[in-house]
């Protein structure tokens, strides 16, 4: 089934690194992604990671993938006060085609300047 | 590209009133979704359409929702009639057809609509 979970709230000082996780229990999922979500504004997509990855890197970002304990986490390095938003994990749900997204309820993340 | 249009964004109405929420997806967009979000209950997926034909409504709370997809660029919620418990923000996405190596959906700037 679709059942994306997260913790709710982290607060990080400016220049730190932040790490958000989540779990999930859908072990067919092929793509799995970061969303972004910024005050007042729609989410938008991060980063995202094939199953078959352990661990992809974008500039300040760092995605890991542990697909045997359906673990998935981003590492912020450096953190800014624009990065404070909420982050959304999601996978694609088995046979659900068409773009289908179960989301993760969110990670608040506030950076303290 | 515009991105994905939403209107209005912000509503206030009186319970019992009918609401309507508008959304236009981006130019060749073939799938279309609609959320709710609030503190409580996080991101719902309310409805999806595929080529404005819906695929999944199993989100819907109840039949005071109702949404449409009359063409490729405009879709519409409705709730009549609307309760308090219905002020949450509501999002609109699109995405493109199936065929990109992964998926991705592109969100409006959401309605905030408050029920009183």
């Known amino acids: 089934g679709e059942d994306v979970e997260q913790s709710l709230f982290l607060s990080v000082r400016e220049g730190d690194s932040s790490v958000i996780n989540c779990t999930y229990t859908?072990?067919?999922?092929?793509?799995l992604y970061w969303y972004k979500q910024e005050p007042g504004a729609g989410l938008q997509l991060l980063t995202y990671?094939?199953?078959?990855?352990d661990m992809k890197q974008d500039q300040r970002l760092t995605v890991l993938l542990n697909k045997k304990d359906k673990h998935l986490s981003l590492r912020i390095a450096d953190t800014q006060t624009g990065d404070s938003a909420i982050y959304f994990c999601?996978?694609?749900?088995?046979?659900?085609?068409?773009?289908?997204?179960?989301f993760g309820k969110g990670n608040q993340v506030v950076v303290i300047p | 590209d515009a991105g994905v249009i939403q209107s209005p964004r912000h509503e206030v109405t009186e319970m019992g009133q009918e609401v309507t929420l508008r959304c236009k997806p981006i130019?060749?967009?073939?799938?279309l979704f609609w959320y709710r979000q609030t503190m409580m209950r996080g991101l719902e997926l309310l409805i999806y359409f595929n080529n404005n034909v819906p695929i999944d409504d199993s989100g819907m709370p109840e039949d005071r929702f109702s949404a449409k997809m009359p063409n490729a660029s405009f879709s519409t919620l409705k709730i009549q009639p609307s309760e308090p418990r219905d002020s949450a923000v509501y999002f609109c996405?699109?995405?493109?057809?199936?065929?990109?190596?992964?998926?991705?959906?592109?969100f409006g700037p959401g309605t905030r609509l408050t029920v009183l």
């Open positions: 990671i094939f199953s078959n990855m």
């Open positions: 130019s060749g967009h073939n799938s």
């Open positions: 859908d072990s067919s999922s092929t793509y």
């Open positions: 996405a699109s995405s493109p057809p199936t065929g990109a190596p992964h998926n991705e959906q592109f």
């Open positions: 999601a996978e694609t749900p088995p046979l659900s085609g068409n773009n289908r997204l179960a």
